[in-house]
């Protein structure tokens, strides 16, 4: 093994060579999104990788509900920033809905100088039931309160945003993730 090879083990000089990617993974309710991404995050190196959850940091950190100010996109924000800042590939997922995120996400991209990759995980209505009725919180989250969140297409609409279509496996997807990042 040449010098330089043990040099790129090293975390913190790998880290300086080059900016991590943010990548960003939208859609529905039972789209696919979280499990999108921890297959992404387990495909990569432990400890260079970070997913941030919108209902891990909504729901469990902040116990916050969806409206008004809140600190949701204060603390999105602050964190992916970190993430990306200490060297980590940050997959960002959650639905996200633009109207409420879409600024934070015009920001987060318009200040990361390293490869981003936006995707919208674009599933109807009637699969997103259908998901909806094999998740274990199937009980607790009743298919009309379901239904309400739903958005038709909510793209954040910026360059190279990337439509996932409902025809994809979960697979298909990571597949995908992977293979764009490895280019990026």
Same mark, same amino acid.
């Given at each position: 093994?040449?010098?330089?090879? $043990?040099?790129?083990?090293?975390?913190?000089?790998?880290?300086?060579?080059?900016?991590?990617?943010?990548?960003?993974?939208?859609?529905?309710?039972?789209?696919?999104?979280?499990?999108?991404?921890?297959?992404?995050?387990?495909?990569?190196?432990?400890?260079?990788?970070?997913?941030?959850?919108?209902?891990?940091?909504?729901?469990?950190?902040?116990?916050?509900?969806?409206?008004?100010?809140? &600190?949701?996109?204060?603390? $999105?924000?602050?964190?992916?920033?970190?993430?990306?800042?200490?060297?980590?590939?940050?997959?960002?997922?959650?639905?996200?809905?633009?109207?409420?995120?879409? &600024?934070?996400?015009?920001?987060?991209?318009?200040?990361?100088?390293?490869?981003?990759? $936006?995707?919208?995980? &674009?599933?109807?209505?009637?699969?997103?039931?259908?998901?909806?009725?094999?998740?274990?919180?199937?009980?607790?989250?009743?298919?009309?309160? $379901?239904?309400?969140?739903?958005?038709?297409? &909510?793209?954040?609409?910026?360059?190279?945003?990337?439509?996932?279509?409902?025809?994809?496996?979960?697979?298909?997807?990571?597949?995908?993730?992977?293979?764009?990042?490895?280019?990026?």
């Amino acid at each position: 093994m040449s010098d330089s090879a $043990v040099e790129a083990d090293s975390p913190a000089e790998e880290r300086a060579e080059a900016s991590p990617a943010l990548v960003i993974l939208r859609g529905n309710s039972a789209s696919g999104k979280s499990t999108v991404a921890r297959q992404v995050q387990r495909a990569l190196p432990r400890g260079r990788v970070a997913m941030i959850g919108l209902d891990h940091v909504r729901r469990e950190l902040l116990w916050e509900h969806e409206v008004g100010q809140g &600190d949701t996109i204060g603390l $999105v924000t602050a964190m992916t920033q970190h993430c990306l800042r200490v060297g980590r590939t940050t997959v960002v997922e959650g639905i996200f809905g633009r109207e409420r995120y879409g &600024d934070m996400f015009a920001q987060l991209l318009a200040a990361h100088d390293g490869p981003h990759l $936006v995707y919208y995980l &674009d599933v109807s209505l009637e699969e997103t039931l259908r998901r909806h009725a094999g998740k274990p919180i199937a009980h607790e989250v009743r298919a009309d309160e $379901v239904a309400s969140w739903y958005r038709v297409h &909510d793209v954040l609409g910026v360059p190279g945003e990337t439509v996932l279509g409902e025809e994809l496996s979960a697979e298909e997807m990571v597949t995908r993730v992977l293979t764009d990042l490895a280019a990026s």
